[in-house]
């Protein structure tokens, strides 16, 4: 069964990365961009920001990771829910080519588009702007804003006006586009693309494993061979990437990892864990000599990273509740 837990899972006696006994600082095993709450003292400030740099905070800004956090809700450390597909987009408009935005519940939103003034043939002045319904209360301040810049123009000054006159046209826009009724504007189908670095999100796993083992097996796992294999390798990640030259499939074979599909046995023993929700979790299974990485459902196994043959541990993060459970078999 597996039990709530709350609060910092461990503390080792030194950095975990740099094995220097340092002053170890709160790492978040699961990014906590990502909602991931499990946490544990075993990397010093230093190592910290290396990881939160070059590994954590690529994973965040990949398409389907934003997307994931957008469907869930999670603002992350600034409270802000990332749109992947916000745009912006163009399209055929009332004047020209229209912008749109889509907000992060993705309902579009015309960006403010304000034609140049032209002066008419009567020495009228007028100017065409097109604005979202809901931004209605900033046309004062756009119309305004466009006037000014304009009666301080050269055409603007050779028109001669007081600045009675000024503000008379000022006001008479303002009325005239504050009173005009709302149009609806078709905007048809929005196309974009989303794109994930394969490598990117497979280092935070990476990084992940690497945590876990020292967190359930301690100095065992902290002084073997292969913690100092994943040492070197995770401390050469730049920025969500390892050496141009080497290939995904290079770097699964470094780290002796391999991506597991959905309809394989142990993604469906992931589905049993979560109550049916894996996209909404990040799980670690260590079982045997393996662990294995679940982020957002994308899983991988890393073979024989454990220096022994440990006890089994299980570990979910919900995004949504925050809540992590543990179970040790």
Not at 29 to 56: M, Q, R, S, Y
Not at 98 to 112: A, E, G, M, N, Y
Not at 259 to 265: C, D, I, R, V, W
Request: aromatic share 8%; proline share 5%.
């Amino acid at each position: 069964m597996l039990t709530l837990i709350q609060g910092s899972r461990y503390t080792s006696a030194k950095c975990i990365q740099c094995e220097k006994p340092a002053r170890l600082t709160v790492e978040h095993v699961f990014p906590d961009g990502a909602g991931g709450c499990l946490t544990a003292h075993i990397l010093c400030k230093v190592c910290n920001e290396h990881f939160g740099k070059n590994i954590d905070g690529p994973y965040l800004k990949q398409s389907v990771v934003e997307l994931a956090r957008n469907a869930y809700r999670i603002g992350g450390r600034r409270g802000v829910i990332p749109q992947p597909l916000g745009g912006p987009y163009k399209i055929a408009g009332p004047v020209g080519r229209s912008v749109i935005k889509l907000d992060t519940d993705f309902r579009p939103r015309i960006i403010p588009q304000v034609e140049d003034i032209e002066i008419m043939e009567c020495g009228a002045i007028s100017v065409t702007m097109v604005i979202d319904a809901t931004d209605r209360k900033n046309i004062p301040t756009i119309v305004r804003s466009k006037f000014e810049r304009f009666f301080k123009s050269e055409r603007g000054l050779g028109l001669g006006w007081t600045q009675e006159e000024q503000e008379r046209g000022i006001l008479s826009t303002i009325n005239k586009y504050m009173s005009a009724p709302d149009v609806e504007t078709p905007i048809g189908v929005l196309s974009g693309t989303m794109e994930m670095k394969l490598d990117t999100v497979f280092l935070e796993a990476a990084k992940v494993a690497f945590e876990l083992a020292a967190i359930e097996d301690g100095d065992v796992f902290i002084n073997s061979t292969k913690a100092k294999h994943f040492r070197t390798l995770l401390g050469r990640v730049d920025k969500g990437r390892m050496e141009s030259s080497m290939s995904f499939e290079e770097i699964l074979k470094a780290f002796q990892a391999a991506p597991l599909p959905a309809g394989s046995q142990v993604f469906l023993g992931i589905q049993y864990l979560t109550g049916g929700k894996a996209y909404e979790h990040h799980v670690g299974i260590l079982s045997g000599p393996h662990v294995i990485v679940s982020l957002f459902g994308y899983v991988y196994i890393f073979g024989d990273l454990r220096a022994y043959m440990g006890r089994s541990a299980i570990y979910t993060n919900n995004v949504v509740s925050g809540e992590v459970r543990y179970a040790k078999m």
